[in-house]
């Protein structure tokens, strides 16, 4: 599998440069490097130039969407004219809101797979159908946070979802179809439904794993500002909660210290004070932080771009990838004070932010804008939640054994 990463950022904060950048830097060290974005494609001609370096795989959300619809059409058919409906022309179907991320994430996984076809610099597709390329690394622009963030989340949460509508055990027992529908005296969900979950099933996994992979990492970029700091403290507790690793973070776009000129000296304070905020929070978590300086101009050509990522190189530091446990870790404390500790990394988060809620055998913790469904090891669902604390960047989360459920001692 390549090494992958996955930059994203504030609106407006040069994600898509600093992407493009992180690719040609890895495309110089000799790396089989590509860039997947869904910018257009004017603008990544103009960034990357006419000879860029790296491979472009430019993703067209809408065209994903409608031939995906079509498809499903296609395969409900039967169901569609049980329900009376008519289906949609190609012509009507438009993409829905988070289209883009599916794209992206379809995009990706045939990126770590081998190359399915890549783009030229113009958005014209050069190589599709071609022979299946090992990449080194696979740069990905997401969209702006949180939705950049949450579109990772994507393949574990749809995983679930299709678990609760379709369970294991009813496409287990889809060989007795014609026998249930004899039953029930009416049709049950065909052949297609089942075929159609589970290759649902096989993609989604795959994508979890590789987003879930050590080899991949998310590069946070933002420019630097009284709400920088903030942006990057729910970011990185969204993180955490999900258990992704924070590769470093790119304070970009800084401006010039000393000018003469007392509108650019103010702008340019405004960033150092920022800058500070921002130093201080990455050299507590011992996150790498990346500071680039504005070039006077919008990037254009591999030279500009060049000389971004060598500025990135000498400020980032040899820090990798934090580890951590994707769902923390259990704390036994029954024989000292009669319970067990679920302790859960999310640094940065705030009390009045999280949200905690036990569900069965599950425990859904939010964080601000961050969402997960997490599920509870074998020795918690023989518990009861008596309590939780947030310390440290960290939620500890106390659970006391159920009398009912608790093996009791022997002798």
């Avoid at 990544?44 to 130039?49: H, P, S």
């Avoid at 879930?212 to 969204?238: D, I, K, M, Q, W």
């Avoid at 500071?291 to 990522?309: C, I, K, N, Y």
Wanted: neutral net charge.
């Amino acid at each position: 599998m390549p090494q992958i990463v996955l930059v994203t950022g504030s609106g407006g904060s040069g994600r898509t440069t600093i992407a493009a950048a992180t690719a040609c830097a890895a495309a110089a060290q000799g790396h089989r490097t590509l860039l997947v974005s869904a910018e257009p494609a004017a603008l990544l001609g103009t960034l990357l130039g006419p000879e860029p370096g790296v491979a472009l795989r430019r993703v067209d959300a809408g065209g994903e969407f409608r031939a995906q619809a079509a498809a499903l059409q296609r395969r409900g058919q039967t169901v569609l004219d049980l329900l009376g409906a008519a289906p949609l022309d190609d012509e009507e179907l438009t993409e829905l809101p988070g289209a883009e991320a599916v794209a992206l994430l379809r995009a990706l996984r045939h990126a770590a797979d081998g190359a399915d076809g890549v783009d030229g610099a113009d958005g014209a597709r050069e190589t599709a159908g071609a022979e299946r390329v090992p990449w080194d690394t696979v740069v990905v622009d997401l969209p702006p946070t949180p939705h950049g963030l949450n579109a990772l989340l994507l393949p574990e949460q749809s995983r679930r979802y299709l678990r609760r509508l379709v369970p294991p055990e009813r496409q287990a027992a889809r060989a007795l179809r014609p026998v249930l529908a004899q039953l029930a005296g009416a049709p049950v969900p065909g052949q297609w439904l089942y075929d159609t979950t589970a290759r649902w099933e096989r993609e989604l996994a795959d994508l979890q794993r590789i987003v879930e992979s050590p080899r991949t990492a998310v590069r946070l970029v933002t420019e630097p500002g009284p709400l920088a700091a903030e942006a990057l403290r729910t970011a990185r507790a969204g993180l955490r909660l999900h258990g992704l690793a924070l590769e470093a973070v790119v304070a970009n776009r800084l401006l010039p210290t000393g000018s003469p000129d007392p509108w650019l000296a103010a702008l340019a304070g405004q960033q150092q004070d920022a800058l500070k905020d921002l130093r201080a929070t990455c050299e507590a978590e011992d996150i790498p932080l990346c500071e680039l300086p504005h070039l006077g101009r919008d990037p254009r050509g591999p030279e500009d771009l060049a000389g971004l990522a060598a500025a990135a190189r000498a400020t980032a530091g040899t820090a990798g990838p934090q580890e951590g446990a994707r769902q923390g870790r259990v704390e036994d404390r029954l024989a000292a004070d009669g319970h067990l500790v679920w302790r859960l990394p999310v640094p940065g988060a705030r009390r009045e932010e999280l949200e905690l809620v036990r569900r069965g055998d599950e425990l859904i913790v939010g964080v601000g804008a961050y969402r997960r469904v997490l599920a509870l090891p074998s020795a918690l669902r023989r518990c009861r939640v008596s309590g939780a604390a947030l310390d440290g960047g960290e939620l500890r989360v106390r659970f006391t054994p159920d009398p009912q459920l608790w093996p009791r001692p022997i002798g």
